[in-house]
């Protein structure tokens, strides 16, 4: 077991969340420096308590510090970036040295930088109703590739089509139902969308033995007929290339 520490909220009895980044950088290896502490309230109700792994139950655990690189050029950036998704992550968190800590709130302090490992032309097999604005509208698609002759289930994705797109999809689901399941509708396999995502994994959740990590949908293909959807033999092609 192990637990990987990104930042420091707390430390010395002090709140740090408005110190800038490369103060609680420095407070969080001081603290990771020090000998291990076992944890105590200080016999207060409700008081912040001190992390520590001397317990007989954690005592195995191992403190890592998330592996932190600087970059000052777009060349130096791209290499973190490409060494990254050789690791199998999913890509970099950017950030300002000068950021504090703020909960919950979004900016430009921080930036997510991620990229689409490929696409696949699938075919939708399934699809449900939304949620929100889209509560009425049927927003929600399962998809499959083909294996064989046969169509496995590989995702699901409901983001990507803007709202006039979805309302002409439902009629068309609408139309082409094989089979109600109350919340899910089982429909003709013709429409064919291309699908982004960010990696693959294995996954005994799906018939194709595949899942897509953060699939969302490019566009549809009215240009291709089912049959020119790709295949699961595709789908292990790009899972053994993000390996290497």
Do not use: C
Not at 34 to 62: C, K, M, S, Y
Not at 162 to 180: G, S
Not at 212 to 232: C, G, N, Q
């Amino acid at each position: 077991m192990a637990y990987l520490v990104f930042d420091v909220l707390y430390a010395d009895g002090e709140l740090v969340l408005d110190r800038p980044l490369r103060e609680r950088a420095l407070i969080l290896d001081e603290l990771l420096a020090a000998p291990r502490n076992t944890v105590h309230d200080g016999g207060h109700r409700g008081a912040q308590r001190t992390l520590g792994f001397d317990t007989e139950e954690t005592q195995q655990t191992r403190i890592i510090r998330a592996p932190v690189f600087r970059a000052t050029t777009p060349e130096q950036l791209e290499g973190l970036f490409a060494s990254a998704q050789n690791r199998g992550n999913e890509g970099l968190m950017i950030k300002d040295l000068a950021s504090t800590y703020s909960p919950g709130k979004r900016g430009k302090s921080w930036l997510k930088m991620k990229r689409e490992l490929a696409t696949l032309d699938v075919v939708v097999t399934a699809v449900e109703y939304g949620h929100g604005k889209r509560i009425g509208v049927l927003s929600d698609y399962t998809f499959a590739v083909w294996d064989g002759e046969k169509l496995v289930n590989i995702g699901k994705a409901y983001s990507g089509l803007t709202d006039a797109e979805i309302a002409e999809m439902t009629k068309w689901f609408l139309d082409h139902v094989i089979e109600d399941q109350g919340f899910r509708l089982v429909v003709e396999p013709k429409i064919v969308l291309e699908v982004a995502f960010n990696n693959m994994m294995i996954s005994d959740r799906h018939e194709s033995g595949y899942a897509l990590r953060f699939p969302r949908i490019v566009r549809l293909r009215p240009d291709k007929s089912a049959e020119d959807a790709d295949t699961r033999e595709r789908a292990k092609e790009i899972y053994e290339q993000q390996k290497i």
